[in-house]
Protein backbone atom coordinates (compact mmCIF):
# COMPACT_ATOMS: atom_id res chain seq x y z
CA UNK A 1 0.00 0.00 0.00
CA UNK A 2 1.50 3.77 -0.79
CA UNK A 3 1.94 6.04 1.69
CA UNK A 4 -0.17 9.04 1.83
CA UNK A 5 0.11 12.23 2.23
CA UNK A 6 -2.91 14.76 2.74
CA UNK A 7 -5.63 14.11 0.82
CA UNK A 8 -4.27 11.34 -1.28
CA UNK A 9 -1.61 12.38 -2.57
CA UNK A 10 0.22 8.96 -3.42
CA UNK A 11 4.03 8.77 -2.07
CA UNK A 12 7.08 6.50 -3.15
CA UNK A 13 6.85 2.53 -2.37
CA UNK A 14 6.80 1.72 -6.30
CA UNK A 15 8.82 1.18 -9.17
CA UNK A 16 8.99 4.14 -11.88
CA UNK A 17 8.18 1.77 -14.68
CA UNK A 18 4.30 1.38 -13.24
CA UNK A 19 2.04 3.59 -15.21
CA UNK A 20 -0.32 5.95 -13.07
CA UNK A 21 -3.14 4.58 -15.02
CA UNK A 22 -6.27 6.01 -16.30
CA UNK A 23 -10.29 5.73 -16.42
CA UNK A 24 -12.50 6.10 -19.21
CA UNK A 25 -13.23 9.87 -19.82
CA UNK A 26 -11.05 11.49 -16.29
CA UNK A 27 -7.34 13.00 -16.40
CA UNK A 28 -4.40 10.70 -16.00
CA UNK A 29 -2.68 11.21 -12.60
CA UNK A 30 0.33 12.61 -13.43
CA UNK A 31 4.04 11.51 -12.49
CA UNK A 32 6.50 13.24 -10.67
CA UNK A 33 9.39 11.83 -9.62
CA UNK A 34 11.89 13.70 -6.90
CA UNK A 35 15.56 12.70 -6.58
CA UNK A 36 16.53 12.78 -3.28
CA UNK A 37 20.15 12.06 -1.61
CA UNK A 38 21.24 12.37 1.98
CA UNK A 39 20.93 15.65 3.41
CA UNK A 40 18.30 16.96 1.13
CA UNK A 41 16.39 19.69 2.23
CA UNK A 42 12.54 18.76 3.43
CA UNK A 43 11.65 22.27 3.21
CA UNK A 44 11.88 22.01 -0.72
CA UNK A 45 10.53 18.99 -0.85
CA UNK A 46 7.72 19.47 1.67
CA UNK A 47 6.54 22.63 0.08
CA UNK A 48 6.51 21.24 -3.47
CA UNK A 49 4.46 18.10 -2.00
CA UNK A 50 2.19 19.87 0.43
CA UNK A 51 1.03 22.42 -2.57
CA UNK A 52 0.49 19.53 -5.19
CA UNK A 53 -1.71 17.82 -2.69
CA UNK A 54 -3.41 20.75 -2.19
CA UNK A 55 -4.76 20.62 -5.17
CA UNK A 56 -6.98 17.52 -4.90
CA UNK A 57 -8.87 19.17 -1.62
CA UNK A 58 -9.48 22.92 -3.01
CA UNK A 59 -10.86 21.26 -6.55
CA UNK A 60 -12.64 18.19 -5.35
CA UNK A 61 -13.62 15.25 -8.01
CA UNK A 62 -14.24 11.86 -8.98
CA UNK A 63 -10.62 11.75 -10.79
CA UNK A 64 -7.86 10.07 -9.89
CA UNK A 65 -5.06 12.26 -7.78
CA UNK A 66 -4.05 15.08 -9.73
CA UNK A 67 -0.49 13.75 -8.76
CA UNK A 68 1.18 10.43 -8.02
CA UNK A 69 4.69 10.82 -6.76
CA UNK A 70 7.48 9.08 -6.65
CA UNK A 71 10.71 9.50 -4.09
CA UNK A 72 13.74 8.48 -5.65
CA UNK A 73 17.60 8.17 -4.77
CA UNK A 74 20.43 6.22 -6.09
CA UNK A 75 20.53 3.47 -3.78
CA UNK A 76 17.08 3.38 -2.71
CA UNK A 77 16.52 3.04 1.00
CA UNK A 78 16.04 5.91 3.82
CA UNK A 79 17.26 9.41 3.12
CA UNK A 80 18.14 12.06 5.91
CA UNK A 81 17.93 15.30 6.61
CA UNK A 82 18.05 18.21 9.14
CA UNK A 83 17.63 16.46 12.57
CA UNK A 84 17.25 13.52 11.60
CA UNK A 85 14.01 13.83 9.46
CA UNK A 86 13.63 10.82 6.93
CA UNK A 87 12.13 9.42 3.72
CA UNK A 88 12.04 6.23 2.51
CA UNK A 89 13.27 5.86 -1.36
CA UNK A 90 12.85 4.18 -4.74
CA UNK A 91 16.35 3.43 -6.38
CA UNK A 92 16.56 5.34 -9.46
CA UNK A 93 17.68 2.60 -11.19
CA UNK A 94 14.87 0.43 -10.53
CA UNK A 95 13.47 1.71 -14.22
CA UNK A 96 14.87 1.33 -17.51
CA UNK A 97 11.98 3.43 -19.34
CA UNK A 98 10.57 5.89 -16.64
CA UNK A 99 6.81 7.00 -16.97
CA UNK A 100 7.37 10.14 -14.88
CA UNK A 101 5.78 13.07 -16.76
CA UNK A 102 8.16 15.43 -14.34
CA UNK A 103 11.48 15.03 -13.09
CA UNK A 104 12.78 17.07 -10.11
CA UNK A 105 15.96 17.35 -8.72
CA UNK A 106 16.15 18.39 -4.83
CA UNK A 107 18.32 20.39 -3.32
CA UNK A 108 20.33 20.25 -0.22
CA UNK A 109 23.99 20.18 1.43
CA UNK A 110 24.00 17.23 0.00
CA UNK A 111 24.54 18.12 -3.50
CA UNK A 112 28.67 17.67 -3.14
CA UNK A 113 28.55 14.47 -1.74
CA UNK A 114 26.22 13.59 -4.77
CA UNK A 115 28.11 14.96 -7.48
CA UNK A 116 31.15 12.95 -6.63
CA UNK A 117 28.95 9.84 -7.31
CA UNK A 118 29.55 9.66 -11.12
CA UNK A 119 27.13 6.86 -12.04
CA UNK A 120 24.20 8.69 -9.92
CA UNK A 121 25.16 11.72 -12.43
CA UNK A 122 24.56 9.30 -15.55
CA UNK A 123 21.75 8.17 -14.19
CA UNK A 124 20.17 11.80 -14.07
CA UNK A 125 21.50 12.51 -17.47
CA UNK A 126 19.75 9.83 -18.59
CA UNK A 127 15.91 10.46 -16.91
CA UNK A 128 16.57 13.72 -17.50
CA UNK A 129 16.42 13.60 -21.19
CA UNK A 130 13.45 11.20 -21.20
CA UNK A 131 10.94 12.70 -18.90
CA UNK A 132 8.41 15.54 -20.56
CA UNK A 133 10.02 18.13 -18.02
CA UNK A 134 12.89 18.92 -15.86
CA UNK A 135 13.23 20.68 -13.01
CA UNK A 136 16.17 21.49 -10.70
CA UNK A 137 15.86 23.03 -7.42
CA UNK A 138 18.76 24.54 -5.16
CA UNK A 139 22.06 22.55 -5.26
CA UNK A 140 20.07 20.15 -7.37
CA UNK A 141 20.88 22.43 -10.17
CA UNK A 142 24.64 21.21 -9.86
CA UNK A 143 23.35 17.69 -10.48
CA UNK A 144 21.45 18.95 -13.74
CA UNK A 145 24.18 20.75 -15.10
CA UNK A 146 26.99 17.80 -14.39
CA UNK A 147 24.69 15.98 -15.99
CA UNK A 148 24.78 18.23 -18.85
CA UNK A 149 21.09 18.95 -19.34
CA UNK A 150 21.19 22.80 -18.42
CA UNK A 151 24.06 23.77 -21.12
CA UNK A 152 23.43 27.00 -22.38
CA UNK A 153 20.17 27.27 -20.34
CA UNK A 154 19.28 30.60 -18.28
CA UNK A 155 18.79 29.01 -14.55
CA UNK A 156 18.04 30.72 -11.27
CA UNK A 157 20.83 29.73 -8.28
CA UNK A 158 21.32 30.36 -4.98
CA UNK A 159 23.00 33.60 -4.22
CA UNK A 160 25.15 31.37 -1.91
CA UNK A 161 26.26 29.61 -4.68
CA UNK A 162 25.77 31.77 -7.96
CA UNK A 163 29.02 32.05 -8.10
CA UNK A 164 30.34 28.92 -7.95
CA UNK A 165 27.65 27.87 -10.02
CA UNK A 166 28.91 29.72 -13.19
CA UNK A 167 32.46 29.41 -12.88
CA UNK A 168 32.04 25.12 -12.28
CA UNK A 169 29.61 25.01 -15.44
CA UNK A 170 30.56 27.77 -17.72
CA UNK A 171 28.20 27.48 -20.59
CA UNK A 172 25.07 28.07 -18.37
CA UNK A 173 23.05 31.55 -17.97
CA UNK A 174 23.86 32.02 -14.27
CA UNK A 175 21.04 34.29 -12.08
CA UNK A 176 20.60 34.78 -8.54
CA UNK A 177 18.38 37.13 -8.16
CA UNK A 178 15.42 35.05 -10.08
CA UNK A 179 12.96 33.24 -7.92
CA UNK A 180 12.09 30.77 -10.76
CA UNK A 181 13.08 30.73 -14.12
CA UNK A 182 11.52 28.67 -17.21
CA UNK A 183 13.86 27.59 -19.97
CA UNK A 184 11.65 25.92 -22.24
CA UNK A 185 11.06 22.48 -20.64
CA UNK A 186 13.06 23.26 -17.78
CA UNK A 187 12.80 25.15 -14.62
CA UNK A 188 15.13 26.34 -11.80
CA UNK A 189 15.06 27.47 -8.48
CA UNK A 190 17.27 28.24 -5.94
CA UNK A 191 15.18 26.63 -3.57
CA UNK A 192 14.25 26.87 0.21
CA UNK A 193 10.25 29.15 -0.04
CA UNK A 194 10.80 29.83 -3.51
CA UNK A 195 10.04 26.03 -3.96
CA UNK A 196 6.34 27.22 -3.54
CA UNK A 197 6.21 29.13 -6.49
CA UNK A 198 7.77 26.46 -8.64
CA UNK A 199 4.73 23.80 -7.68
CA UNK A 200 2.01 26.40 -8.44
CA UNK A 201 3.92 27.08 -12.18
CA UNK A 202 3.67 22.86 -12.38
CA UNK A 203 0.18 23.13 -11.28
CA UNK A 204 -0.72 25.78 -13.70
CA UNK A 205 0.61 24.34 -16.76
CA UNK A 206 -0.77 20.85 -15.85
CA UNK A 207 -4.58 21.94 -14.45
CA UNK A 208 -5.02 25.50 -15.51
CA UNK A 209 -4.52 29.06 -14.23
CA UNK A 210 -7.25 29.09 -12.04
CA UNK A 211 -6.21 25.59 -10.21
CA UNK A 212 -2.69 27.41 -9.43
CA UNK A 213 -5.23 30.11 -7.94
CA UNK A 214 -7.04 28.21 -5.93
CA UNK A 215 -3.77 26.38 -4.29
CA UNK A 216 -2.32 29.79 -4.08
CA UNK A 217 -5.25 31.37 -1.61
CA UNK A 218 -5.29 28.02 0.35
CA UNK A 219 -1.36 28.85 1.03
CA UNK A 220 -2.24 32.18 1.82
CA UNK A 221 0.81 33.12 -0.54
CA UNK A 222 0.50 37.17 -0.21
CA UNK A 223 4.00 38.29 0.20
CA UNK A 224 5.47 39.66 -2.32
CA UNK A 225 9.39 38.84 -2.43
CA UNK A 226 9.79 39.63 -6.57
CA UNK A 227 8.75 40.69 -8.99
CA UNK A 228 7.08 37.68 -10.17
CA UNK A 229 5.87 36.87 -7.04
CA UNK A 230 3.89 40.87 -6.98
CA UNK A 231 2.73 39.93 -10.01
CA UNK A 232 1.08 36.84 -9.09
CA UNK A 233 -0.14 38.28 -5.87
CA UNK A 234 -2.06 40.55 -7.32
CA UNK A 235 -3.51 38.56 -10.04
CA UNK A 236 -4.54 36.59 -7.26
CA UNK A 237 -6.67 39.23 -5.84
CA UNK A 238 -7.91 39.85 -9.38
CA UNK A 239 -9.20 36.56 -9.74
CA UNK A 240 -11.10 36.99 -6.52
CA UNK A 241 -12.36 40.19 -7.62
CA UNK A 242 -15.39 39.30 -9.56
CA UNK A 243 -17.06 35.37 -8.44
CA UNK A 244 -19.35 36.24 -11.40
CA UNK A 245 -16.81 37.13 -14.51
CA UNK A 246 -14.27 34.71 -13.06
CA UNK A 247 -14.66 32.03 -15.31
CA UNK A 248 -14.81 34.16 -18.47
CA UNK A 249 -11.29 35.62 -17.05
CA UNK A 250 -9.84 32.39 -17.16
CA UNK A 251 -11.01 32.01 -20.42
CA UNK A 252 -9.58 34.99 -21.51
CA UNK A 253 -5.80 34.24 -20.00
CA UNK A 254 -5.99 30.60 -21.86
CA UNK A 255 -7.02 32.16 -25.33
CA UNK A 256 -4.71 35.50 -25.64
CA UNK A 257 -3.66 34.61 -28.74
CA UNK A 258 -7.21 34.73 -30.43
CA UNK A 259 -8.85 37.69 -32.05
CA UNK A 260 -11.46 38.32 -28.65
CA UNK A 261 -13.95 40.81 -29.96
CA UNK A 262 -16.81 41.93 -28.02
CA UNK A 263 -19.10 39.52 -29.94
CA UNK A 264 -16.86 36.35 -28.78
CA UNK A 265 -16.32 37.21 -25.09
CA UNK A 266 -20.08 38.18 -25.04
CA UNK A 267 -20.75 34.52 -26.14
CA UNK A 268 -18.53 33.14 -24.10
CA UNK A 269 -20.04 34.79 -20.77
CA UNK A 270 -23.43 33.47 -21.89
CA UNK A 271 -25.10 36.51 -22.68
CA UNK A 272 -25.97 39.48 -25.33
CA UNK A 273 -23.74 41.65 -26.70
CA UNK A 274 -25.15 44.76 -25.41
CA UNK A 275 -25.88 43.02 -21.83
CA UNK A 276 -22.27 41.92 -21.65
CA UNK A 277 -20.84 45.24 -21.99
CA UNK A 278 -23.29 47.52 -20.18
CA UNK A 279 -23.12 44.66 -17.08
CA UNK A 280 -19.36 44.22 -17.09
CA UNK A 281 -18.81 47.90 -17.26
CA UNK A 282 -20.75 48.59 -14.26
CA UNK A 283 -19.70 45.12 -12.30
CA UNK A 284 -15.57 45.54 -13.41
CA UNK A 285 -15.49 49.72 -13.73
CA UNK A 286 -13.65 48.84 -16.86
CA UNK A 287 -14.73 48.05 -20.76
CA UNK A 288 -14.75 44.34 -21.60
CA UNK A 289 -12.04 45.53 -24.89
CA UNK A 290 -9.75 47.50 -21.93
CA UNK A 291 -9.66 44.50 -19.61
CA UNK A 292 -8.62 42.49 -22.23
CA UNK A 293 -5.67 44.90 -23.15
CA UNK A 294 -4.67 44.77 -19.22
CA UNK A 295 -4.85 40.58 -19.16
CA UNK A 296 -2.79 40.68 -22.44
CA UNK A 297 0.29 43.97 -20.33
CA UNK A 298 0.08 41.35 -17.89
CA UNK A 299 0.87 38.14 -19.42
CA UNK A 300 3.81 40.49 -21.24
CA UNK A 301 4.99 41.45 -17.88
CA UNK A 302 5.22 37.37 -17.17
CA UNK A 303 6.50 36.65 -19.78
CA UNK A 304 9.37 39.67 -20.26
CA UNK A 305 10.24 38.78 -16.33
CA UNK A 306 9.93 34.52 -16.51
CA UNK A 307 11.52 34.17 -19.69
CA UNK A 308 13.85 35.12 -22.72
CA UNK A 309 11.81 35.21 -25.74
CA UNK A 310 12.34 38.67 -28.03
CA UNK A 311 9.88 41.30 -27.63
CA UNK A 312 8.23 40.42 -30.47
CA UNK A 313 7.65 37.21 -29.70
CA UNK A 314 6.12 38.20 -26.81
CA UNK A 315 3.87 40.21 -28.41
CA UNK A 316 2.45 37.62 -30.43
CA UNK A 317 1.97 35.03 -27.44
CA UNK A 318 0.46 37.76 -25.79
CA UNK A 319 -2.24 38.47 -28.08
CA UNK A 320 -1.29 41.74 -30.11
CA UNK A 321 -1.33 42.21 -33.31
CA UNK A 322 2.83 43.67 -33.84
CA UNK A 323 5.45 44.98 -31.38
CA UNK A 324 3.82 48.47 -31.67
CA UNK A 325 0.89 47.64 -30.58
CA UNK A 326 2.37 45.88 -26.93
CA UNK A 327 4.56 49.26 -26.47
CA UNK A 328 1.51 51.73 -26.67
CA UNK A 329 -0.61 49.42 -24.78
CA UNK A 330 2.45 48.53 -22.10
CA UNK A 331 3.98 52.48 -21.89
CA UNK A 332 0.36 53.41 -21.21
CA UNK A 333 -0.58 51.04 -18.15
CA UNK A 334 3.00 50.13 -17.07
CA UNK A 335 4.34 53.54 -17.86
CA UNK A 336 7.76 52.16 -18.97
CA UNK A 337 8.82 50.34 -22.05
CA UNK A 338 8.83 46.62 -22.57
CA UNK A 339 12.47 46.70 -22.50
CA UNK A 340 12.99 49.02 -19.53
CA UNK A 341 10.73 46.87 -17.71
CA UNK A 342 13.31 43.83 -18.21
CA UNK A 343 15.87 45.61 -17.29
CA UNK A 344 14.35 46.52 -14.03
CA UNK A 345 13.44 43.27 -13.69
CA UNK A 346 16.88 42.06 -14.01
CA UNK A 347 18.22 44.32 -11.68
CA UNK A 348 15.73 44.34 -8.95
CA UNK A 349 17.68 42.79 -6.51
CA UNK A 350 20.11 45.89 -5.95
CA UNK A 351 17.42 47.92 -5.35
CA UNK A 352 17.02 50.02 -2.68
CA UNK A 353 14.42 48.12 -0.36
CA UNK A 354 13.72 51.54 1.01
CA UNK A 355 12.95 53.57 -1.86
CA UNK A 356 9.38 54.02 -3.52
CA UNK A 357 6.94 51.54 -5.61
CA UNK A 358 9.12 51.74 -8.85
CA UNK A 359 6.74 51.05 -12.15
CA UNK A 360 8.25 47.37 -12.46
CA UNK A 361 6.17 46.36 -9.83
CA UNK A 362 3.09 45.90 -11.11
CA UNK A 363 0.00 45.68 -9.28
CA UNK A 364 -2.69 44.33 -11.67
CA UNK A 365 -5.83 46.44 -9.14
CA UNK A 366 -3.74 49.37 -10.02
CA UNK A 367 -3.74 48.53 -13.61
CA UNK A 368 -7.33 48.00 -14.14
CA UNK A 369 -7.54 51.40 -11.74
CA UNK A 370 -5.72 52.79 -14.60
CA UNK A 371 -7.40 51.91 -17.73
CA UNK A 372 -10.51 52.56 -15.56
CA UNK A 373 -9.87 56.00 -14.99
CA UNK A 374 -7.23 56.91 -17.72
CA UNK A 375 -4.95 58.36 -15.65
CA UNK A 376 -1.47 58.89 -16.41
CA UNK A 377 1.38 56.19 -15.47
CA UNK A 378 2.72 56.90 -12.14
CA UNK A 379 5.88 59.63 -12.04
CA UNK A 380 7.98 57.17 -10.50
CA UNK A 381 11.25 56.45 -12.41
CA UNK A 382 13.15 53.94 -12.71
CA UNK A 383 16.40 53.40 -10.59
Known amino acids: MWPILSDGLRLAAKPLNVPAGEKAGRPMTRTVCFLLYDQTNFLTLGSILE ?7 VRPSDHLPSYNVILSSYDGGKITGAYGLAAETVSIRDSAEPTADTLIIC ?5 EAALGNADLVRHVADQGRKVRRLCAVGGGVFL ?11 VAAHPSVARRLAEQFPRLNVDSSSILIRDGDILTS ?5 SVDLALTLIEADYGYTAAVDVAKYLVLYLKRSVYDKQVSNDLILQGMSDKFGPLHDWIRSNLRKKLSLETLAEQAGMSTRNFTRVYQRHMGISPRKAVEVFRVHAACRALTLGRDQIPLVAHHCGFDSERTLLRAFTRIIGVSPSQFREAARNEAGRDPADPLDPHNVDV ?3 LARAAHARPPSGHTLH
Open 144 to 154: AAAAGLLDDRH
Open 51 to 57: ALSVLDR
Open 365 to 367: NEL
Open 190 to 194: PGMSS
Open 107 to 111: GGWGF
